[in-house]
């Protein structure tokens, strides 16, 4: 690397402005996430091997007419030498019947040795965690307050953990979580009953698998990509996203029905055990052939 170029250290890991940074170096890999970085892998001669690991159909994170629609649906057209991955069976299904790209997968996973489960107490206030960017619209998070709005507050207390986005002045919220370090999360979890989570579009989504992983209960709206776990009235609650009373209703179902919750609890907990990193490994390294 350049010595005039400083590489940033997030999780023990160099994280160097590719642009802008010249690499004396060939590598064994390169892996390519968000559309965006394809062009770099693809270009570059200095990558053994070339991976395109599709998390999300990023081509819906933009508006119509935005330019980068276009852009990011190409990256799923490419000619290259690019060997597609992916950790959702949704991706992988988009990608082989509109792209006839056949995509290797792994399931993903949660970090079991943070997200401990933690029992809750349900006679007294119920603490409800609502997260996202409210400034994406596919996160929907402007429904999870559509939500929480029409619940009591002497009995119901609202927390929001967002990294990036704001509280909209008409949400209401007890406790706004902003650019919570990763190994923080789980604690936001695990000090609430309940997450309610909105969104329209998800590769997979991770929260309700934090959820959890700690003992709490997710009232989810369903989409494609978190099918492939969630299982109404077994391991979550689901609603119809668009219909904000079903999931009030919900809320108030499972705060007064112990039987259902700890059924919940207990297929919830299976779940993510199912899902610990420490199980997925060795298919998680066969992706990327090591």
Known sequence: MDDKERATDVSGLPVMPWRKTRVHARF????????????????????ASRYYLVQNFETDFYPFGDPRRILANA???????????????????????????DAAYAPNGVDLALFAPRERDFSGRIRVL?????????????????ITNQLDPSRFEVW?????????????????????????VAAAYQSCH??????????????????????????VAANAGNAEYLRDRENCLLYQAGKPEQAVGLIHEICGDATLRERIIASGLATAAARDWGVLEHDIRKLYDV
Not at 28 to 46: E, F, I, K, P
Not at 81 to 94: A, E, N, P, V
Not at 197 to 216: C, H, I, N, Q, V
């Open 28 to 47: 064994d890999r390169a892996v390519a996430t968000l559309w965006s970085t394809v062009d770099v892998v693809n270009h570059s001669s200095r990558f």
């Open 75 to 101: 990256t799923y057209n490419s000619l290259d030498r690019l060997k597609y991955i992916t950790i959702s069976r949704w991706c992988q299904g988009w990608l082989a019947e509109r792209f006839r790209k």
């Open 130 to 146: 609502v997260e996202g960017n409210s400034e994406d619209h596919y996160k929907n998070v402007d429904e999870s307050f559509v």
């Open 160 to 184: 929001y953990l967002s990294y990036q986005g704001a509280p909209k002045r008409w949400y209401r919220v007890d406790r706004f979580l902003h650019k919570v370090p990763h190994h923080s």
């Open 194 to 219: 309940l997450l309610v989570k909105s969104s329209l579009l998800e590769s997979f989504s991770y929260p309700p698998l934090e959820m959890m992983a700690t003992g709490g209960i997710a009232i």
